[in-house]
């Protein structure tokens, strides 16, 4: 029997279900588990291959003949603003976002729960509960951080517009 060392990432395929993005067609990804010492490094490293991740799974699309899902990563530094992304700041401009710790909330889970009903009502994540939600949150060995969009301005002041879990990676 082969044996593998907890430190090496072991990746597997998962089997052919059907696209959430486009019909007719049907998805696989790629994927492995973030755990231990290493996690953090890994998660780094498998980001800049284009790796998302959920809880403790980093994945990527891995799917036969299409590659219409594409991560995009953006260097902060090297941004700059197109004359489309200005106009869309200017609506917004009523929307700060407030970095917080890793701590779910109901309010969170609310929008959540509105963005799963609206985007991805009979996808894999339709049926997550509350505790699916904070265990999303809360359940990682990578540095995480909640970034809360909320309201400045108007009759809808101080409420919360959109919540975003990004992970804090090494080389900033």
Known sequence: MTQHSRNTPQFYLTAPSPCPYLPGRHER???THLVGDKAG????????????????IAYRPACDQCRACVSIRVIANEFRLSRNFRKIMARNADITGEQRSAVPTSEQYSV?????DARHRHGGMADMTVLDYAMMVEDSHIDTR???YRYTGGPRHGELAAV?????LGDG
């Open 112 to 116: 959540f729960r509105a963005y799963l």
């Open 41 to 56: 490094d890994l998660n780094d490293l498998l980001t800049h291959g284009g790796f998302r991740r959920s809880q403790s």
């Open 164 to 168: 975003a879990l990004t992970d804090i």
């Open 29 to 31: 990804k790629v994927f």
């Open 146 to 148: 909640l970034v809360e």
